[in-house]
């Protein structure tokens, strides 16, 4: 079956430390995006990419960064830089996104210890 | 600056209520608002919506838009304890992406 396949499903991570978030998809969507979602707040987008090899900054980026060297994957490191890491963080995918919408992982649970 | 703004943001309600969310939205280039139900992790697609009073439906779920009023409703029958989750409302913006809401938490109880 085709989907997205984000990992860890749970993470600790000390403070200063930088912290890689995997994120795999076979549908073989263009477009890729990490959202983070904090109560309350509803979903806020980090980064986006619609090809691979670009990428661009969403409303939140600082203190996050991206790549995207293939088209399945768009892993997001929480660098260290990042005030405020602790949070649950979704990953997403979209073959026509005004059409059809997003498809979201799983989701990963990042705390900051 | 795009907004997208739910109520409530949460609820209870008890098995056969039914149910209405609300959704409104201020962005300067409306296309499409998209509505999903996050229960644990992943959430899933409900209903995208594009045209003025057109009702869609699924089963015991509904939703419209008013493109006039800048607001959707998803309504929700016969409410079981299976549609506890959060319902997500989120609104693209020509050229952009999507502006997500904060979610409204629903709670059905047996």
């Known amino acids: 079956d085709g989907g997205i396949t984000q990992s860890p499903k749970y993470l600790f991570r000390k403070e200063g430390q930088n912290v890689t978030l995997s994120c795999e998809q076979n549908?073989?969507?263009?477009?890729m995006y990490w959202y983070r979602q904090d109560p309350g707040q509803g979903l806020r987008l980090i980064y986006y990419?619609?090809?691979?090899?670009?990428?661009q900054k969403g409303d939140i980026a600082e203190g996050y960064s991206v790549s995207r060297e293939k088209k399945e994957s768009f892993p997001l490191t929480v660098t260290s830089a990042q005030k405020n890491p602790t949070a649950f963080y979704l990953c997403?995918?979209?073959?026509?996104?005004?059409?059809?919408?997003?498809?979201f992982g799983s989701g990963t649970r990042l705390t900051v210890v | 600056e795009d907004k997208v703004v739910q109520s409530p943001l949460s609820l209870v309600v008890h098995e056969g209520d039914t149910v209405t969310l609300n959704c409104s939205y201020e962005?300067?280039?409306?296309?499409?608002l998209l509505w999903y139900k996050q229960e644990k992790k992943a959430p899933t697609f409900l209903f995208m919506l594009?045209?003025?009073?057109i009702e869609k439906k699924s089963g015991r779920l509904s939703s419209i838009l008013d493109k006039k009023e800048l607001f959707s409703i998803l309504n929700i029958t016969a409410t079981q304890t299976g549609d506890s989750a959060i319902y997500l409302c989120?609104?693209?913006?020509?050229?952009?992406?999507?502006?997500f809401g904060p979610g409204t938490r629903l709670s059905a109880l047996p």
């Open positions: 997403a995918s979209s073959i026509q996104l005004d059409l059809y919408g997003y498809t």
């Open positions: 549908l073989n969507h263009d477009a």
């Open positions: 990419s619609q090809i691979v090899n670009d990428f």
């Open positions: 962005v300067t280039n409306f296309r499409s």
């Open positions: 594009t045209s003025s009073g």
């Open positions: 989120a609104v693209f913006n020509y050229g952009q992406n999507f502006v």
